[in-house]
């Protein structure tokens, strides 16, 4: 039986119990009880109405209650195992209020120094993220999102607003397509590199089968006509001179190609000396995903190590051994030059590069009073300068 027709089927039999048949049967049970009036009759099946309806109350509502508990703890369960890393934003600032499992484990957590994250600082451009149109369902298509290693993740974002604890929300679904994005790339290197191969084939072939063997064949040629003669008159052996040394031009010219293909395969990349341990303190991730990026194409056994927050960094210096630090001097948790005099302060004895938007005299005169300064970068990086400090 419906659970809502049992329901009404219970108060109705209810109401019969308690009210017709004391109303049909009124005498009688009055005689039978030897009352001497229906009125403490009628309170008695008042209050056994009241407690029965606040009997059948609480049931019906506990078992709403569980039902509730039981649905909520479900599909928090599938929010959390999704295969997508899903955001839960508030519509009044789009902080984030919550995140499943694959979300904290790809992108870090909700909050950050006691505050919720806002949603636009997980992107590399923030400005291609209108999250005022996610108060409708609505779809971003080719985003770039930055990950807790800062590298570049390539997303669609899709949105539906909802309520959540009782606030107006809206829930966000990432759809990662950074492999697929790779494997075209890798295609069209890939393509990029037969086409040169394919060229250097034709090369190849055509330096043999026109150039060599065209030589070759004049060598035998000279060496048939001079038959069975002791000895070869000037003119004959300045031909095979002649032709042996455009033998050989053609035979280098067959290395070189050859060395070429070589080089563009990787071969002729040397291992280098075990990386360095270069440590960026910068609250912008955006600029610790380009500098990880532009570093690891120039040296990929750097080792790099990337802090947003200054206070984090300076624990782990304090443990761990490095060999540069590369610091941004305007940031809001704490300046670089109050982190270097904290440096100061612990011991922490390393080399330091202050990062800077612009270079700044006074900032320089500043850099003076701390002998662990050795110069300045101006972001963003560039590879020449880079090389200079990674090679010193």
């Not at 000895?231 to 070189?256: C, F, G, P, W, Y």
């Not at 955006?286 to 200054?310: A, C, G």
């Not at 704490?334 to 270079?359: A, Y």
Request: a negative charge; proline letters at 4%; aromatic letters at 8%.
């Amino acid at each position: 039986m419906r659970p809502e027709l049992k329901s009404a089927l219970g108060f109705g039999m209810l109401s019969a119990v308690v009210f017709l048949f004391p109303a049909v049967f009124h005498a009688p049970i009055v005689s039978f009880l030897g009352l001497s009036s229906i009125t403490p009759l009628l309170v008695t099946m008042s209050v056994a109405v009241v407690v029965m309806v606040m009997f059948y109350a609480y049931r019906c509502f506990k078992r709403y209650k569980d039902t509730e508990e039981d649905l909520e703890a479900r599909y928090r369960l599938i929010f959390e195992k999704l295969p997508n890393a899903v955001w839960v934003l508030s519509l009044n600032d789009f902080s984030i209020l919550t995140a499943n499992e694959l979300a904290i484990k790809k992108y870090g957590e909700v909050s950050e120094n006691g505050s919720q994250k806002v949603f636009s600082s997980l992107f590399q451009y923030p400005e291609k993220v209108k999250l005022e149109n996610m108060q409708e369902p609505h779809t971003i298509r080719n985003l770039i999102m930055i990950d807790k290693k800062y590298d570049a993740r390539h997303v669609d974002l899709f949105s539906m607003p909802f309520i959540y604890d009782g606030e107006d929300s809206v829930m966000v679904l990432a759809v990662d397509h950074s492999e697929i994005h790779g494997s075209l790339k890798e295609n069209m290197k890939l393509n990029e590199s037969l086409k040169a191969q394919n060229q250097q084939l034709k090369d190849f072939s055509f330096v043999h089968s026109h150039h060599i063997r065209n030589h070759l064949a004049n060598i035998m040629g000279i060496l048939n006509l001079a038959g069975d003669q002791e000895q070869l008159n000037k003119e004959v052996l300045d031909m095979l001179k002649k032709s042996a040394h455009n033998l050989d031009t053609e035979i280098r010219k067959v290395n070189k190609i050859l060395m070429e293909k070589n080089i563009e395969n990787g071969e002729s990349v040397k291992d280098g000396d075990p990386s360095k341990v270069i440590v960026f303190v910068d609250d912008d991730k955006v600029q610790h995903m380009i500098n990880k990026r532009i570093l690891l194409k120039i040296n990929p056994k750097l080792n790099l190590v990337f802090f947003e927050n200054p206070h984090e960094a300076l624990s782990w210096l304090a443990e761990n051994p490095a060999d540069i630090l590369l610091l941004d001097i305007n940031m809001p948790e704490m300046e670089g030059w109050e982190f270097l005099s904290l440096m100061g302060q612990i011991g922490i004895n390393i080399e330091v590069k202050m990062l800077t938007s612009s270079l700044d005299p006074e900032d320089i005169e500043k850099s003076k009073k701390f002998e662990l300064v050795s110069g300045f970068l101006v972001k963003p990086l560039r590879k020449e300068v880079i090389d200079e400090f990674i090679n010193d």
